[in-house]
Each structure stands twice: as structure tokens, then as C-alpha cells.
């Protein structure tokens, strides 16, 4: 049965449970499972851009420069989805730079707890994190593959905090699972 074994590999994952009844229900999401998330997508995002820096040619650069500069103009002119959109994009160029599956698919799972929509709920980051692109770009510009890797860390762990500490978790807890339909993100 193709749908039992889903929801046999969602249990596993984490991001479904079975509760008292034997119901297989959605896996909260506390503040801690966030803080977390973040963390490792820092750490996992980390790697891929110093193995994109490694990779880098002066067409990937050039794309990236110009999604910087998309961004940038963007957050000027209040255009928050769009500079959403673009965000996301600048990210996924950088993992796929990488050239490494597995650290492709390991972000990729770990991306389902964190927003995607992170600066449309907090823009005041705009010119922070368009900051931080510019000097990503000038690290994997300069060769400079550990600054690129470090960079980018810093830039996806920073914000976990603010963002998290404005996040309703909708009747969520840190405590296990109590049974009920605890969908919170």
C-alpha cells in the first residue's frame, strides 16, 4: 500500500506521529524545532556555498549579481513578494552551485519546518540580508571558499531568533505530542 508506507516514512522523519488511538496525525512544531531547523540549514547551506565558491564560474557570479541586484531594487521599491521570490531563488542558484546531491536532497528536507516566506513577515531584514548576499557574492568572487561557507552560515543562523520569537506556534508546545491535530505550520 503505497499510502501506509508514506505515512510509515513521514512517522519516521518526525513530521507525523501516531497518537494513543493509533492515528497517524501531524508532528507539532515548537519554537526549539524551529531554532533547530535553522541551524542546521545554516550548517547544511554552509557547505554547499563553500563547495559552490570552489565551482564558481563568472557566469554563475554574474547571476548571482544580478538576483542581488533584483533584490535590491526590490526592497526599494516595497515589492516584498517579489524580493521573496528572488531570495528564494539567490538560495536554490547557491545550493545547486554546489554540485553535491547529497547535500542538495539533505536541505531540501530539512527546508519543509522553515518558512519560505520569512522576509514577507519580517521585512525590515531586507537590507540586512541583501548585505550579507553582497558579501557572499564578494567571498565566492575572491575565491575565498571558507568566508563564502561561513558567510552564508551566519547569514541563515542569524535570523532564527527574530524570526522565531514572532512566530505563533497556533497551539503547539515544546511537549511531546498529547494525541490531538496539532498541525502548526
Not at 25 to 30: E, F, G, Q, R
Not at 161 to 185: R, V
Amino acid at each position: 500500500m503505497p499510502v501506509r508506507d508514506a505515512l510509515r516514512s513521514l512517522v519516521h522523519e518526525g513530521l507525523m506521529f501516531v497518537d494513543h488511538a493509533r492515528h497517524i496525525v501531524v508532528a507539532p512544531l515548537s519554537r526549539e524545532d524551529l531554532i533547530d531547523a535553522f541551524s542546521i540549514e545554516a550548517a547544511l547551506t554552509g557547505m554547499a556555498v563553500e563547495r559552490a565558491s570552489q565551482r564558481a564560474t563568472a557566469k554563475d557570479i554574474a547571476e548571482l549579481e544580478d538576483l542581488d541586484a533584483q533584490m535590491i531594487e526590490a526592497a526599494r521599491s516595497g515589492r516584498q513578494d517579489l524580493m521573496v521570490s528572488l531570495n528564494w531563488q539567490f538560495h536554490r542558484r547557491l545550493n545547486q552551485m554546489s554540485g553535491s546531491r547529497k547535500l542538495l536532497v539533505a536541505i531540501q528536507r530539512n527546508s519543509v519546518d522553515l518558512p519560505r516566506d520569512f522576509l514577507a513577515q519580517l521585512p525590515e531584514w531586507n537590507e540586512k540580508s541583501n548585505a550579507q548576499h553582497r558579501a557572499i557574492i564578494d567571498a565566492l568572487s575572491s575565491g575565498d571558499h571558507k568566508a563564502a561557507g561561513r558567510l552564508m552560515n551566519e547569514h541563515v543562523s542569524t535570523p532564527a531568533t527574530a524570526w522565531s520569537s514572532t512566530w505563533s506556534p497556533s497551539g503547539c508546545s515544546s511537549a511531546e505530542p498529547s494525541g490531538g491535530n496539532e498541525c502548526c505550520f
